[in-house]
């Protein structure tokens, strides 16, 4: 059975503070991993889908890599507009069965 | 190009009841899937549809269903509704059955009684 797990369950930064929030994963047969930004009260938004080890992503202040156990999210002088949760998600098989991690609530103060 | 839509957006109802959530995908998306978010359980997979059939189930009860019709919009039905139901249920478009982009609408806010 696919497991996701993220890591810290909430993270705290300053303005301008650069930091990484981690996704580990157990799967069989990785299909891709998935990034989506949460805003309270929204459906999550698409930031990025990853197939392979060594792969990189990346969107604004967002970096995303993928390794054979875990992905991370990097955030490079984050803004108080990227607060938010920050979803992960495997997908094992082709279709659009998406596994979640409980995902990590950002508050980035200004 | 307007995104994934979901209708009604909040509805309160009493347990017993049944429900009919409606999604519309984006244009030209064939596949489309549903989840439900609680506090509790996080993101969880309810089922998937593409070209009318249903491809995939997740763990819940008969009581939930759903359908698809030919021009890709989909339902999803809760039966005899329990407290436990209480969820926001979003709907996800894909434009293919491979899923490579998944993009979700602003979900049914879902309170029982």
């Known amino acids: 059975e696919d497991q996701v797990t993220q890591s810290p369950e909430a993270l705290r930064l300053q303005e301008g503070e650069s930091s990484s929030l981690n996704c580990s994963y157990t799967?069989?047969?990785?299909?891709?991993l998935f990034w989506y930004r949460q805003d309270p009260g929204k459906g999550p938004e698409f930031l990025f889908t990853?197939?392979?080890a060594g792969e990189e992503k990346e969107k604004e202040r967002l970096k995303a890599t993928l390794t054979k156990k875990e992905s991370f999210l990097h955030i490079t002088a984050p803004k108080p507009e990227d607060s938010a949760t920050y979803l992960c998600a495997v997908k094992e098989t082709s279709g659009s069965r998406l596994t979640f991690g409980e995902g990590t609530q950002l508050t980035v103060n200004p | 190009k307007a995104g994934v839509t979901q209708t009604p957006r909040y509805l309160i109802k009493t347990r017993g009841q049944q429900v009919t959530l409606s999604c519309s995908p984006i244009?030209?998306?064939?596949?489309v899937s549903w989840y439900q978010q609680t506090p509790g359980q996080g993101l969880q997979f309810l089922f998937e549809y593409f070209s009318e059939t249903q491809r995939n189930k997740g763990n819940f009860p008969g009581r939930f269903s759903g359908r698809q019709f030919s021009n890709s919009r989909s339902e999803m039905n809760v039966s005899t509704l329990e407290l436990g139901d209480s969820a926001l249920y979003l709907c996800?478009?894909?434009?293919?059955?491979?899923?490579?982009?998944?993009?979700f609408g602003e979900g049914s806010w879902l309170t029982v009684v």
């Open positions: 244009s030209g998306h064939r596949s």
């Open positions: 990853l197939y392979s």
């Open positions: 996800a478009s894909t434009p293919g059955y491979w899923g490579n982009t998944i993009y």
């Open positions: 799967v069989s047969g990785l299909r891709g």
